[in-house]
């Protein structure tokens, strides 16, 4: 049974449909020549994003990669943050120095940088569920890998290491049908990706990954199994990216039925029809919800276009973090270890 109160359930309606508003603003402004560089989005997983990253508790870590806007919103991550970033300005987490939603905030909101790699989310993710065990929290970390990254090794690996070590990790599978332009019946020979779970001792879960409730719950449910030392699991969210690979891909290759028929199950409207049945949500509700969101993308963008780019003269700080023991001459730098060493008498 749903734990969820009406706010929570509204707000998921909310994140969900704040997530394609400012990724449909985002895609115009690459279509324009606003961003530089390229541009992912993810029409048709805002319940998977949304729905696994609502069942986190403060203190719980998300590992997201680059299609996870959803999961950064429903963190605590703002719109204003995220147009900054795409547009590169100082006001950005990354103070303009990147363009793709490389977000962390390990201090208030819990989230782990993200790579350009699929699947590299996930060793990441096991370390920080490591040192959650060692210094026996009762937190978990939720990591997403897509259908395409569930074949490197870093997944298997980290898979593998988080059973061996009952690591408290949830990894979801963004099933979406692709990965770039290969079909997930060119990607693999087993039905169900979860059914990898079985090779790793853990429990796996197919879920409905347009159903933002159904997400929730197994994710929930995951992340009681995981928060009680009991070990990771493994979760195949079955969805469809609705759209090219990044915002220059023109999906010609994609079949048009396929699209009919995924927009038939939009998640957003699947979702507004379940809280229209519980007596949630009118046709007034969803047009002030509508409001409310297109004012928060107005918001965001004046804030970013506002903020200036960074000056260049900075280029080079933040690069590498304070040297504690600057070396000077070729026997300092022969010695500093060395001091380091009988500063905290490792050999005594
Ligand atoms: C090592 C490496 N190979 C290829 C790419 C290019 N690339 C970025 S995302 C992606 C597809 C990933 O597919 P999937 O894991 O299914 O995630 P999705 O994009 O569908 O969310 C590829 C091939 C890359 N960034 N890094
Ligand atoms: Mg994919």
Known sequence: MIDLARDDLLGIYYLMGLTRAVEDATREMYHQGQIQGTVYTARGLEATTV???????????????HRDLGALLARGITPREIMAQWLRRVDAPSQGRDGQLHIADMATRWVLPSTGLPGLALPVAAGAALAMKTRGERHVVLAFVGDGGTNTGDFHETMNLAATLDLPLICIIENNGYAARTPTSSQFRIKHLADRA???????HVVD????LAVYEITQQAAEIARTGRGPSLIEAKTYRMQGH????SANYMPPSALDEWRQRDPIELYARRLENLGLLDDALILEYGTRIAQAVQDALAFARNSPAPDPATLTDRLFAPDPVPPTTEDEIITAPRRAVEREGIWN
């Open 51 to 65: 729905g696994a990253a609502s069942a986190l508790q403060p203190g719980d870590v998300l590992a997201p990669q």
């Open 198 to 204: 079985a090779a790793y001792g853990i429990p796996g």
């Open 209 to 212: 990954g347009n159903d933002a």
């Open 246 to 249: 990044s915002a220059a891909d």
